[in-house]
């Protein structure tokens, strides 16, 4: 690899977890409970931009199952929170 592309991944990698760290403030004191969800969410995608970062840095292929993994759980999360705020259960327990 070479020493600019190198360079590069590192400043994207720091631009992120500034991100991140951000993020993590506007879930923690968001004005609302729909601002926290999309902030954890964002933050999903980040840790999934971050891993491709770190397999590119390393040269593997070995991290692509965890960002599908985190990617699943993060949409996951995301439905089940929209759901539980829209109707205030996620699971329903309606027997006709």
Known sequence: MTD??????????????ISILLLL??????????????????IGINLIAITGLMAILLDTVQLNDIILLIGILTFIATVAVAKFLEKGVIIDQDRD
């Open 4 to 17: 600019w592309f190198s360079m590069v991944v590192y400043i994207c990698l720091f631009v992120i977890t």
């Open 25 to 42: 403030y506007r879930a923690v004191v968001g004005p609302s409970n729909p601002d926290r969800v999309v902030a954890l969410d964002t």
